[in-house]
């Protein structure tokens, strides 16, 4: 009797064992299926099945990713992917998603990629992969039209630079000796040069082509570009490489065919995507 009591309590934890065997192998099943579906050429693969592009933008950060006076979302950074989508012969789903939560929503795979922009630096490169740039910019000097004794950063020196005064383009106007008088953006530091209380302003090439193409502003000028340019890109997970590919190889279609000069142009009056 006693025997056939252990046999059977043997029989229940053999078969508590298993059970407890099975549950983890399925669970194993799920990553290993998981890891198939994000791994290196499979998101490629469902977005062509699909017939879908999940992207991530803010959709209020003009003139890159904004709602247009009919509430249609537009901007340069939107139309550059809708043309890639279309050439890759897919829909594009836009996630609007506020910035300070987009790499949460990338690393979540709520989208297939980014486009709002984002610079390509050390930091995110060891996270993320990115597309080739389609956007090239850099700091500029800035002056009143009729100004003709700046010409370079060099003669910042001595000169009063109205600056938001914790930009990166306070402290280049401040490394090249210039005073800083303080602003609260760009549209402020245009007008202070405008109305002779500051000299100059140094600031980022985009916004200052936008705002002139905006305002219709030919009060002022350009008169020198930094020779470093910061590089923004179409941002990914990690382990796609064959999505990363095929992005690359349409966005070189159109710089080859003039398709993103022509967007550039549209948005900023000139072909920011090369240097």
Known sequence: MKKLALGIILLLITGLL?????KEDNNNAATDEST??????????????????????????????????EGELTGYDVEVIKEVANRLGVEVDFQETQWDSMFAGLNSERFDLIA??????????????????YTYSSAVVVVPADNEDITSFEDLEGKQSAQSLTSNYGS??????????????????????????????????????DYIKQQGDES????AEADEHSEMAFT????????????????EAMLEDG????ISEEWFG??????
């Open 36 to 69: 198939k579906t994000n791994g290196s050429g499979n998101l490629y693969d469902k977005v062509i099945e699909e017939g879908v592009l999940t992207v991530g933008t803010e959709g209020v950060y003009a003139p890159f990713s904004f709602h247009n006076e």
């Open 236 to 251: 990914f997970n990690k382990g796609n490489e064959e999505l990363v590919e095929a992005v690359n190889e349409q966005l």
């Open 172 to 209: 280049i106007a401040e490394e090249n000796g210039a005073e800083l008088v303080g602003v609260e953006g760009l549209s402020q530091a245009i007008e202070l040069i405008k109305q002779g209380r500051a000299d100059v302003t140094v600031n980022d090439k985009l916004a200052v082509l």
């Open 18 to 22: 298993v059970a407890c065997g099975t």
């Open 220 to 223: 002022i000028k350009v008169v």
């Open 270 to 275: 000139e072909d920011v995507s090369i240097k």
């Open 116 to 133: 709002n922009q984002v610079g390509i630096n050390e930091e995110r490169l060891e996270n993320y992969d990115f597309s080739i740039p």
């Open 259 to 262: 398709t993103l000069a022509e």
